[in-house]
């Protein structure tokens, strides 16, 4: 059974920073892409970031880039987002995805969900 799951939500004042870990148990880590999303209240989900089984290949959506970071750590099969600079519009359910892929790509089409950590950002 594969499982994903987020740590590390909260409640943080805006300029704050969170670190978000998404470990995962029965898949063979190293072999799936991995990805954040997030869904705020009332709204879909959104991409916020993506990386590549080896770590070599890193996407963000533009309105995180310069302050969110994603990477994974492939010995504890855990993948982080850290999240700095926060705003009240990071608010929102935080999601880790994974894929599997066959080569060191990032496909955007996600095998397996976690259940999400909220985040939390006060003005």
């Known amino acids: 059974q594969v499982l994903l799951v987020e740590s590390g939500g909260g409640l943080v004042q805006a300029g704050g920073s969170l670190r978000l870990s998404c470990a995962t148990s029965?898949?063979?880590?190293?072999?799936?892409?991995m990805g954040w999303f997030r869904q705020a209240p009332g709204q879909g989900r959104e991409f916020v970031a993506a990386?590549?089984?080896?770590?070599?290949?890193?996407y963000s959506a533009d309105s995180v880039k310069g302050r969110f970071t994603i990477s994974r750590d492939n010995a504890k099969i855990t993948m982080y987002l850290q999240m700095n600079s926060l705003k009240p519009e990071a608010t929102a359910v935080y999601y880790c995805?994974?894929?599997?892929?066959?080569?060191?790509?990032?496909?955007?089409?996600?095998?397996?969900w976690g259940q999400g950590t909220q985040v939390t950002v006060s003005s």
């Open positions: 995805a994974a894929e599997r892929v066959e080569r060191d790509f990032v496909l955007y089409e996600y095998d397996y």
């Open positions: 029965g898949l063979t880590f190293s072999s799936y892409a």
């Open positions: 990386i590549s089984w080896s770590g070599g290949h890193i």
